[in-house]
């Protein structure tokens, strides 16, 4: 009869932890965030570090979580320290006043076939916006993986220098409004 009760007991407490929420913290050394601006003669590329994060998940959904990028860590691929004090300065991101960008993620579609869609809202230099991002997910030995490229409108985020978007006769000096986020996101099981 006690094993009978014993096996029943943990039986339940199994159905339980299958729809229980479970609490994952990014990998902020092995996190790769990269960045890609273009231009009408041309494209930057660089690195973006991730300060903090974390996510929860439940039923192979994402349910909630929080990432905290550093702006100030912002670097160009060839080391060019002018571009990366400008994109550093009030012109762009202005990393003194605003150090951290960060995104809530509210909900995401279930990851049942590797792919889903999260919703949350991305804050940059102190405004915030809705976002959608599409993502893979890759369960291996060291963690769960998230892949994805990210695709920012940054005059939504009021960072206007040379868009064409709000200035005339930039010609060849036209910074392109949309940049783009390639990420690779590791998170471990608390």
């Given at each position: 009869?006690?094993?009978?009760?014993?096996?029943?007991?943990?039986?339940?407490?199994?159905?339980?932890?299958?729809?229980?929420?479970?609490?994952?913290?990014?990998?902020?050394?092995?996190?790769?965030?990269?960045?890609?601006?273009?231009?009408?003669?041309?494209?930057?590329?660089?690195?973006?570090?991730?300060?903090?994060?974390?996510?929860?998940?439940?039923?192979?959904?994402?349910?909630?979580?929080?990432?905290?990028?550093?702006?100030?860590?912002?670097?160009?691929?060839?080391?060019?320290?002018?571009?990366?004090?400008?994109?550093?300065?009030?012109?762009?991101?202005?990393?003194?006043k605003f150090p951290v960008a960060t995104l809530v993620i509210k909900?995401?579609?279930?990851?049942?076939?590797?792919?889903?869609?999260?919703?949350?809202?991305?804050?940059?230099?102190?405004?915030?916006?809705?976002?959608?991002?599409?993502?893979?997910?890759?369960?291996?030995?060291?963690?769960?993986?998230?892949?994805?490229?990210?695709?920012?409108?940054?005059?939504?985020?009021?960072?206007?220098?040379?868009?064409?978007?709000?200035?005339?006769?930039?010609?060849?000096?036209?910074?392109?409004?949309?940049?783009?986020?390639?990420?690779?996101?590791?998170?471990?099981?608390?």
């Amino acid at each position: 009869m006690k094993k009978s009760l014993l096996l029943l007991s943990l039986g339940g407490l199994f159905i339980l932890n299958a729809g229980a929420q479970q609490k994952y913290t990014a990998d902020v050394e092995k996190t790769l965030l990269s960045w890609t601006g273009e231009k009408v003669t041309g494209q930057h590329t660089g690195t973006i570090k991730l300060k903090s994060g974390w996510l929860n998940l439940k039923d192979n959904n994402i349910v909630g979580g929080e990432f905290n990028i550093d702006m100030a860590s912002l670097k160009d691929s060839e080391a060019n320290e002018h571009l990366e004090g400008h994109l550093k300065s009030a012109d762009f991101f202005d990393a003194v006043k605003f150090p951290v960008a960060t995104l809530v993620i509210k909900e995401s579609t279930a990851f049942d076939k590797g792919t889903g869609v999260v919703k949350g809202l991305l804050t940059i230099k102190g405004v915030t916006n809705p976002i959608e991002i599409k993502a893979t997910l890759q369960k291996k030995d060291d963690g769960l993986w998230f892949y994805s490229n990210i695709v920012i409108d940054r005059t939504k985020y009021n960072i206007k220098y040379g868009s064409g978007s709000f200035f005339d006769n930039l010609g060849d000096k036209t910074i392109y409004d949309e940049f783009r986020i390639k990420l690779s996101l590791l998170v471990k099981q608390n």
